[in-house]
């Protein structure tokens, strides 16, 4: 079945990248010229996801400013005659059918997928997480996306990662199936070292089937008194078994400093106005280092 839904949390509160996001929220942050969330929403479309639930919460109206036409704007630049940046305003308004809803009180990431429940209905569909951009040729998350209709599981994104981050992400029981899939049979959130499966953590991509919305909605609280989305995926590992997918591309975690910085920097050597003139100004920094 292809996946055409998709759900983008981004309600987080942004605690780790202050004093930056204490007015704009973090998902607008840009990496060179475009939010983060940009990158985020045009990977799902480069997909072929056509329907994307953004959930937010207070004082992130901004987000749904960005993906809505500025009419003044639009006619200033038309005046003007800067028809390409006119067009590419145009297509960020009209990338695909997003929708918004704010989740009232931050209670994990868990609760914000549950918002989505009337908008997913009873269909599969993609989660990406909002402080994880990844950018490379294909989408991340058509990589899952192909698991899914192979497997007809659930579908997790999957890097193998030091254990100063296990302990701070999940860790998987898993089993290679081919280059870059593995059969995922159990996970644990947050784990102790003493306790993990593995070093292999969940990187901000999911394909979920619905049933992920009753399980939700009677799982307990977790880690940090909140509802954990691993906590519920669990479930369908166990149950069913899923799909962990090492995708390819690279990740950006844009909830820390130094993720955003080196975002902006390898982003922009890529960038075909300012590469040139970024990669001499870092041969030159890096000579006084």
Do not use: W
């Amino acid at each position: 079945m292809k996946i055409k839904k998709a759900i983008i949390p981004a309600a987080g509160l942004g605690t780790r990248v202050l004093p930056a996001s204490k007015a704009m929220p973090k998902e607008m942050l840009p990496i060179v010229d475009k939010p983060a969330i940009q990158y985020i929403v045009e990977e799902a479309v480069n997909a072929g996801i056509t329907d994307i639930l953004i959930i937010t919460n207070r004082g992130k109206g901004i987000i749904e400013d960005h993906f809505d036409h500025s009419i003044e704007l639009e006619a200033m630049l038309e005046r003007r005659g800067n028809t390409e940046m006119l067009e590419t305003l145009n297509k960020v308004a009209n990338l695909a059918n997003i929708y918004f809803i704010r989740q009232k009180e931050t209670k994990g990431l868990g609760d914000a997928v549950l918002r989505a429940k009337k908008f997913v209905g009873d269909e599969p569909f993609a989660v990406l997480y909002g402080d994880d951009v990844i950018v490379g040729e294909i989408p991340a998350i058509g990589e899952l996306c192909e698991a899914y209709e192979k497997y007809g599981k659930s579908v997790v994104g999957i890097k193998e990662v030091p254990d100063e981050l296990v302990v701070k992400y999940c860790s998987l029981k898993t089993e290679r199936i081919d280059d870059k899939n593995f059969a995922v049979s159990d996970m644990i959130e947050k784990p102790s070292l003493d306790k993990k499966f593995s070093n292999y953590s969940i990187l901000g991509r999911c394909v979920l089937d619905s049933e992920i919305f009753s399980i939700l909605e009677r799982t307990p609280l977790g880690v940090g008194g909140e509802l954990q989305l691993t906590d519920a995926m669990r479930e369908l590992a166990v149950k069913y078994g899923m799909i962990g997918v090492d995708f390819s591309g690279i990740r950006y975690d844009m909830g820390n400093k130094f993720g955003m910085l080196r975002a902006n920097i390898e982003v922009g050597l890529n960038h075909p106005e300012i590469k040139e003139e970024l990669k001499n100004y870092l041969k030159e920094l890096v000579k006084t280092l």
